[in-house]
């Protein structure tokens, strides 16, 4: 190995320990107490090391955005994957996403509620975020009804998913009552 492909290898490990990092300080203690400062004390580099990967907190939740939806992705297609017929499918991938949402709150905020930098719904978005909106198409497309464009139905429902996971997590919504809001969303939007 030459010593370019080592310094390289270095890179990205610092990089991935970074990103590691910040996500884990997000899910323990919020988005606030991610700092550079925090950051470098935590991972055992400066400052400038940190500016060396990411030109700031903006970036770091970027990062964090895309290696969570690329994690999303994952969860969606295996939940949909497990599941026997269309109305399994959209249930489980309901609940899926759901569970995701709010097992990572964190990456979950960095993925929709943060300015990560990223660029959703144009043709500068990244293939992660592509990717976990694909994820729920997949499953969302085949229950869209006659007529009805499948991507605009997947952003419908994707729009009602987030609408649970954000309401939920703040305390607005009964948690005993979670499993019937997912079949009411499946029995009303999905044409099965």
């Known amino acids: 190995m030459s010593v370019q492909e080592r310094k390289e290898r270095e890179r990205l490990a610092r990089e991935r320990l970074i990103v590691a990092t910040a996500r884990e300080l997000a899910e323990q203690q919020g988005w606030d107490a991610v700092t550079t400062r925090r950051l470098a004390e935590r991972i055992e580099y400066s400052q400038p090391v940190l500016y060396s990967h990411f030109r700031g907190k ?21 939940a949909a994957a497990g599941a026997d017929g269309p109305r399994a499918r959209v249930t489980a991938l309901a609940r899926a996403y759901l569970d995701f949402a709010a097992r990572g709150p964190a990456v979950y905020d960095a993925l929709f509620q943060l300015d990560g930098g990223l660029a ?3 043709e500068e978005t990244p293939q992660p975020l592509k990717g976990a909106f694909a994820a729920l198409l997949e499953s969302l497309g085949e229950v869209a ?29 009964l948690p005993e009552d979670a499993e019937r809001r997912v ?6 939007l999905a044409v099965i």
């Open 58 to 78: 903006r970036e770091i939740i970027g990062a964090v955005a895309l290696e969570g939806a690329t994690e999303m992705a994952a969860t969606l297609r295996a």
């Open 120 to 122: 959703f719904a144009d």
């Open 145 to 173: 009804g006659d007529g009805v464009d499948p991507g605009l139905f997947t952003e419908v429902f994707w729009a009602a998913l987030h609408g649970l996971a954000t309401l939920s997590r703040a305390g607005r919504l």
């Open 183 to 188: 079949e009411l969303l499946v029995d009303r």
